[in-house]
């Protein structure tokens, strides 16, 4: 494509640059041949007009001396006077033999020709030369021989041919600087055909390079290779394309994982619900059994704290099923009108316990009332379960912030995300300043039974509980982390009333919602 594209610049280039210098050469061509033409013109009528007395006195001395100012010019070669019957008077000759003739041939026709006008001036052009021929005149007067004295009123004035004068200008001087003007115009189209053609050839790698590299992205990308970043060079259209096309595979992949993930937590969710039946059934009849034998056992059983454990753990057994059936949303919940910041307040106390001496809890609410559509109880868990989790992420202490802001979710941020579509939404943050979260398992982070605490102090519900939660109230959560910087989580759910965009305390900007980043 770029020997294409340059070979066609190139060659449109060189046609216009030809097209070019071939006017300019022609035009100063005419300008030089004009040029001598009214030289030769010039000298001949002032010559035809300050020699007429000499002509017609066939003086040839003073015709020398007149003539000398005209001889004396670079291009003369050549100066002739004659009187009527072509009989020379004064000759200055530098011309070659050939060049003479033809001038004398032209010069003997002139004057047998009748009809020859008293005022024409003759041009002959040759290879070499420029010829010019012209009659010298005088006046007559017609009807004076009864006159004494002379009487213009009486008397008819008239021209007579009373010589020929020849001027011939060498053409010597003309030829060397056409040569000179062509040899001038070839060497500056040289000079601009070989810098066009370094600066174009430039041009067009540095144009075709990027897109070459972008169109090869864009094809392992059709195949559904992974594709890198393509690189961006520049600040112009095709950096902007670059730039375009990296977003759109970032969104494309981002949306891919997504539904891949929500695939996943789909059917570990439907593995889970049926898991949770099949529990509860076995559940109750355990249950019922360990009720019956406690109802037969005495006070003072010796089997009775060993059926106590069994209660007690099967009470953690149904908050497990529980859990799970919240994770495989299959249980149905109550919603009413709730405010988040109201509800926190109240959960504060019982926060700063959670969080520990070691943990200092900061609060941010938005001074808007955020009002959504929500279980009381079970967004006070979805909070617990994300300060215990940051809690746990700092075991030698650090910052747990939470905070409330409205967001507006624009197209853009919706499509880049499923789940959630645009509009007012309620945003509420749950920061830590915690080690953060491996790049191997963020895929994993809401799935069932997975936890990376060891053993005894977890069993990997929290987060999956939060998950469910969160999507039966038709929310949106999202985290953002980094490596031993601590992670954000986020939680967007529908505001109910409108939201004015303008609001100060509405934010629409990447840092917030709009854009998915972290707080």
């Known amino acids: 494509m770029v020997y294409r594209l340059f070979t066609a610049f190139i060659g449109i280039f060189i046609i216009v640059l030809a097209g070019y210098t071939i006017f300019s050469v022609f035009r100063e061509r005419n300008e030089l041949k004009e040029n001598l033409i009214r030289e030769g013109e010039m000298l001949t009528r002032l010559l035809a007009n300050y020699s007429r007395v000499e002509v017609f006195a066939e003086n040839t001395d003073s015709l020398k001396t007149a003539a000398e100012y005209i001889t004396s010019q670079k291009n003369v070669v050549n100066v002739s006077i004659y009187n009527a019957e072509l009989k020379p008077l004064y000759l200055f000759n530098k011309m070659h033999s050939e060049q003479q003739d033809r001038a004398d041939i032209y010069l003997r026709k002139m004057a047998s020709d009748r009809f020859i006008s008293s005022q024409s001036l003759e041009i002959i052009e040759t290879r070499n030369a420029f010829s010019f021929l012209k009659p010298v005149v005088i006046e007559t007067f017609s009807g004076t021989e009864d006159l004494f004295f002379f009487d213009g009123k009486k008397s008819e004035k008239s021209e007579e041919i009373i010589g020929y004068i020849r001027i011939v200008l060498d053409k010597s001087s003309y030829h060397a600087e056409m040569r000179s003007i062509l040899l001038n115009n070839v060497v500056i189209a040289f000079m601009f055909i070989l810098s066009s053609t370094v600066v174009i050839y430039l041009a067009l790698k540095k144009i075709t390079r990027p897109l070459a590299r972008l169109t090869e992205h864009v094809r392992l990308f059709g195949t559904g290779k992974y594709v890198e970043k393509a ?211 963020k895929e994993k982070i809401f799935e069932p039974f997975f936890t990376t605490k060891e053993s005894g102090r977890g069993i990997g519900l929290g987060l999956s509980i939060v998950f469910g939660i969160i999507q039966q109230h038709m929310g949106h959560i999202d985290f953002d982390t980094e490596t031993g910087r601590g992670t954000v989580f986020k939680i967007y759910l529908p505001l109910q009333g409108n939201i004015d965009d303008n609001d100060d305390n509405t934010e629409n900007n990447p840092d917030t919602g709009k854009g998915g980043n972290s707080l």
Not at 372 to 400: F, K, W, Y
């Open 231 to 441: 690189p961006v060079e520049s600040a112009d259209e095709i950096g902007r394309l670059a730039v375009t096309f990296n977003t759109m595979v970032e969104n494309l992949q981002k949306r891919e994982k997504e539904l891949i993930q929500a695939q996943k937590m789909e059917s570990v969710g439907r593995l889970s619900r049926g898991i949770a039946h099949d529990f509860n059934n076995i559940l109750t009849t355990v249950q019922g059994s360990v009720y019956i034998l406690k109802k037969n056992l005495e006070e003072n059983s010796l089997y009775a704290p060993y059926i106590e454990q069994i209660n007690n753990s099967l009470s953690k057994l149904r908050t497990l099923i529980k859990g799970l059936l919240t994770f495989s949303r299959t249980q149905s919940i109550h919603l009413r009108p709730v405010d988040i910041n109201m509800l926190i307040k109240k959960l504060k106390p019982m926060l700063k316990s959670l969080a520990g001496d070691a943990v200092d809890l900061n609060i941010d609410l938005s001074e808007k009332t955020l009002m959504v559509m929500a279980n009381p109880l079970q967004i006070e868990q979805v909070i617990m379960n994300l300060c215990t989790n940051a809690r746990d992420a700092m075991p030698g202490g650090g910052d747990l912030t939470i905070k409330t802001v409205p967001v507006n979710i624009d197209e853009e941020y919706a499509a880049m995300h499923s789940g959630i579509k645009k509009g007012d939404y309620m945003l509420l943050s749950v920061s830590d300043t915690g080690a953060g979260i491996q790049e191997e398992i």
